[in-house]
Structures are given as structure tokens and as C-alpha cells.
């Protein structure tokens, strides 16, 4: 069983940044694909970032491209999301999550384990 904690969410304003950390605890981080993902309220949940288990692939949704990374340490089992350029619509509770395989992907029902979430709130 993986256990999932994101931290870093907060109230910026547009064209600020924030750095969002998810640690991971109960399983063998280092084999896990993790993913981003974010809900807007009354929206369904959209995938935001992934990469595999080595960090050597990577993939984005195109409205976070050039403006979000996604990378992971795996000596600290944890993945973060560097979000810079943040605008109004990137407002939303965002999750990591993690596949009990390697490789990538941006389905939610790919994902086998769930944090708890943390919100983004970017204020125009």
C-alpha cells in the first residue's frame, strides 16, 4: 500500500509560481510511474503531468507545456511540480497518484493509489 502526501498549495496571483512536493511512503517509490492531476470545482479531474519511474520520460497536458515540470527524486520518494506562469484557470485541488508499474500515463483509472489533494487558488 502507497501512501501519498502532496504539500506546497497555496494563494498566488497570476504569474506567480508555486512548487507542489507529493511524498510517497509504503512501497517502492523508484518503480512507480507518478502523475499530476487537478479538479477545477464542477469539473472532472484532468491529468496535468506524468513521468515514469526513471524520470527519463515525461509528458504534459498542452495547456501546462513550457510553464509546468514535473520531476522526481528518488533517493527522497517524492515527485514535484513546478508550476511557474500560474493564470486564473489553473485554479483547482491538484493530486499526485502512482502506478504500480513504470511506465507513464494520463489516465486517472491508470492510477493505483491517491493523495489527498492540495489546493491551487491563482487569483487575476
Known amino acids: 500500500q502507497v501512501h501519498l502526501v502532496e504539500s506546497g498549495g497555496g494563494l498566488v496571483h497570476t504569474g506567480d509560481s508555486l512548487t507542489l512536493s507529493c511524498a510517497a511512503s509504503g512501497g517502492t517509490f523508484s518503480n512507480a510511474a507518478m502523475g499530476w492531476f487537478r479538479q477545477a470545482p464542477g469539473k472532472d479531474r484532468e491529468f496535468v503531468a506524468t513521468i515514469n519511474w526513471s524520470g527519463s520520460y515525461i509528458y504534459y497536458t498542452d495547456s501546462v507545456k513550457g510553464r509546468f515540470t514535473i520531476s522526481r527524486d528518488n533517493a527522497k520518494n517524492t515527485v514535484y511540480l513546478q508550476m511557474n506562469s500560474l493564470k486564473p484557470e489553473d485554479t483547482a485541488v491538484y493530486y499526485c497518484?502512482?502506478?504500480?508499474?513504470?511506465?507513464?500515463?494520463?489516465?486517472?483509472?491508470?492510477?493505483?493509489?491517491w493523495g489527498q489533494g492540495t489546493q491551487v487558488t491563482v487569483s487575476s
Open positions: 497518484a502512482a502506478r504500480s508499474l513504470r511506465s507513464y500515463h494520463t489516465r486517472p483509472s491508470e492510477y493505483d493509489y
